[in-house]
């Protein structure tokens, strides 16, 4: 197989794993039925993710341990908060505010991680504030907005 091609599948399986634990993740809290379907979509994409990530970061030489793979879970779960809770907020603010808050806190601080970058408490504090603003946002001044087009009536979700 090609160089390009193997580029290729590394770059959609990724990219699908995070589609299907950002979809998972969302579903799972707002709908009523069909847990068990997500949490097995949520194992894939996860596999998919840890699979394409540990494979991209072999060809780098990154040391792969333990450590490295609670990070790479730790991330890929929370990308896919970030994207579910941006999917969906409209449908369902309360919920999808908390998973926008801790989405952001959580890759902010896993990407430093993985990086092996210094974080900085003043980073931290900022991204802090920034997820309790939309908390704040998601809980109070748009707490009663939810049902929309594509509502879903389990966790956080509001009927009218």
């Known amino acids: 197989m090609s160089r390009e091609n193997k580029n290729y599948l590394l770059y959609i399986t990724k990219y699908l794993g995070v589609a299907l634990i950002a979809g998972s993740v969302v579903h799972i809290g707002t709908l009523d039925t069909g847990a068990v379907r997500y949490a097995v979509l949520m194992v894939i994409g996860l596999a998919l993710m ?3 990530t540990l494979y991209e970061e072999k060809q780098l030489g990154t040391k792969i341990n333990a450590r490295f793979l609670l990070i790479i879970l730790s ?3 929370a990308i896919g908060f970030l994207t579910g809770g941006v ?4 449908d369902n603010p309360t919920y999808a505010g908390y998973l926008l808050a801790i989405g952001l806190v959580v890759t902010y601080v896993t990407f430093f ?3 092996r970058v210094a974080i900085k408490i003043k980073g931290v504090v900022v991204v802090s504030f920034i997820a309790l603003g939309i908390l ?3 809980n ?3 707490h009663n907005y939810g049902n929309g087009a594509h509502s879903h009536s ?3 979700s509001h009927t009218k």
């Open 75 to 77: 991330f890929s779960i």
């Open 87 to 90: 999917q969906h907020y409209l």
């Open 136 to 138: 704040f946002v998601s």
């Open 154 to 156: 389990g966790f956080g």
């Open 113 to 115: 991680l993985k990086e």
């Open 50 to 52: 840890i699979f394409s």
């Open 140 to 142: 109070v001044l748009l």
